[in-house]
């Protein structure tokens, strides 16, 4: 078996957290869905990503919020999660 697989589903037999993606579709529309394992570096990243969304949010929520430099800002994300 491979790392990825390609497969089509009618609107009713979408998952739910699939199906809420979309928008009014009826039930029998037809969707090709596509699924990729990551690798193991790749599902770090986006864990270590998700994790700093989540810190971000959580600041936002308590009102830990200030100006950045935005330059700075986006060089530190960018030297973070590129490979």
């Known amino acids: 078996m491979g790392n990825s697989a390609m497969k089509t589903l009618r609107g009713d037999e979408l998952p739910a957290v699939l199906a809420d993606s979309f928008d009014d579709g009826k039930p029998d529309d037809v969707y090709v869905i596509r699924t990729r394992r990551l690798s193991a570096h790749d599902a770090a990243k986006l864990s270590a990503l998700r994790a700093d969304v ?12 200030s100006e950045i430099d935005r330059d700075a800002f986006l060089a530190e994300i960018k030297g973070r999660y590129q490979s």
Not at 54 to 65: C, P, T, Y
């Open 54 to 65: 989540q810190k971000g949010l959580d600041d936002i929520a308590a009102g830990k919020v």
